[in-house]
């Protein structure tokens, strides 16, 4: 194969990459609306999202919303992103369980912490450097 080639391969390959990275990104951006912000409180301008719904049944609410750690951890392996980052978005979801494990108290922290635009944003953040 000669250079011009495989110099056209390269740019294939990287621009291959870059509609990847696109396309997770408006994927993570979908989720974190879904989970933290799919629903706006008449008269306020507070948004809540299906996590704080689903938080509401006791104990299996809260693990359901452990559900996209996996997505996310999924996503900062493949781009390498390194521990720091799987450390903090364990954290937040962690977080975001155990204090949802509280009656009332839980739900009210659910609601303002929001754990998946948090994670979504801290992924964007590194996907987009």
């Known amino acids: 194969m000669s250079r011009s080639g495989t110099a056209e391969t390269v740019e294939v390959t990287r621009m291959d990459e870059q509609q990847s990275k696109r396309e997770e990104i408006e994927r993570l ?3 974190a609306h ?4 799919a629903f706006a409180i008449p ?3 507070l948004r809540i999202g299906w996590d704080s719904i689903i938080g509401l049944i006791p104990g299996v609410g809260d693990l359901i919303g452990m559900a996209p750690l996996a997505f996310y951890l999924r996503l900062a392996r493949k781009y390498r992103l390194g521990g720091g980052v799987y450390a903090r978005l364990i954290a937040n979801q962690g977080l975001d369980f ?3 494990t509280i009656p009332v108290v839980g739900d009210l922290f659910d609601w303002g912490f929001k754990a998946n635009a948090r994670n979504a944003k801290l992924l964007i953040e590194r996907l987009e450097a």
Do not use: E, K, P
Request: no cysteine.
């Open 34 to 37: 879904f989970f933290d912000s």
């Open 98 to 100: 155990v204090l949802g």
């Open 43 to 45: 008269g306020t301008s």
């Open 29 to 31: 951006q979908r989720i």
